[in-house]
């Protein structure tokens, strides 16, 4: 009985006032407030009534016997009761979530809510993957975020997601599992007239000496090119930061520098287009696509289902890249690596 009484609230401790007097959809304003960072905005999400909100609100700090909500300046923040109140919030939404997915999966079904966060360039083909998905299993929802790497780390150790796509996995604290399921080289990219175009086995030095459009400060990519110059003792004359991976390549086509992308950005023009692929010393840098959550965290029925579905389509990922770009071979023997001939 010991260990069971560890693990089980007797009723006697239940929390019988905020029972009667707090209810579940005051909580899921209070959360939408907090999450959105607006009253108004969680109006909208929540197809309801400024107005409607803040009686709601204003109910459940009475419960709580505190404020939930402080103004600073225009913005409204929780306070230190709103805080430890909305962590409450999460734990009790994801235990309902998951409540629901295990009742629709005993019932032979898939139902419930599917979030997403991946980085920039993973955009190119997450929407495609979560379309089949979504289409093997109709009753799910999808929340797609797309960010940059140290945004995404920051939201997988608030947990605020069911996994995340990576091009490289979280160092220091983030304690994660992941799983590699595509390949996702980096090139380098110049406008398809610059002299370099078709040249083999272009020197690293020589492309030094290039300007250089590079995406932003927390970028994966960036952070990966950099290290390669670093290296060899490099540095690459950077004429601009931007963080759109379209900017970029738009900003080669103009002639304003080479830059270093995922060759999944060329996605839709194809490696013939303005856009040209250097041969390159160095070069693909052989990266992977990681699907990633937090150790010891429990997926849902739905995120299992995804992470099971993405790896089993590894091997349609791998073919996909080889028809659009015949140019790339890749072994058989080692599935996980992806080269780009150089003669």
Known sequence: MGNDSDSYTPPSAMPDYLIRHATLRQLQLFEAIVRLGSFTRAAEELF?????????????????????????????KPTEAGLELYET???????????EM???????????????????????????IL??????YSGIDVALKVTNRDRIIERMLANEDDLYIMGRLPEGDADVESF???????????PRVHPLVNQKNIPLSRIAEEPFILREPGSGIRDTALKLFESKGLKPKVRMELGSNEA??????????LSVLSLHTLTLEGSNGPV?????EGFPIERQWYLVYPKNKELSVVARAFLEFALEIQPY????????????????????QLNLPTG
């Open 48 to 76: 309801l009534t400024q107005p409607t909100i803040s009686t709601q609100v204003k109910k459940l700090s009475e419960t709580i016997g505190l404020p939930l909500f402080e103004h600073v300046g225009r913005a409204v």
């Open 89 to 99: 919030c999460k734990l009790i939404f994801e235990s309902l979530a998951n409540l």
């Open 102 to 128: 295990k009742v629709a999966d005993i019932k032979g079904i898939k139902r419930g809510r599917l979030r997403l966060c991946v980085v920039s360039t993973a955009k190119y083909f997450a929407p495609e």
């Open 131 to 136: 379309g089949e998905f979504c289409q093997r």
């Open 180 to 190: 590699v399921f595509a390949p996702n080289p980096l090139v380098v990219m110049a």
């Open 248 to 257: 970029i390549k738009h900003g080669v086509v103009g002639g304003l520098g």
């Open 276 to 280: 040209a692929i250097l041969d390159v």
């Open 317 to 336: 990922m791998r073919s996909r890249m080889q028809s659009m770009w015949p140019e790339i071979k890749i072994g058989e023997d080692q599935p996980d």
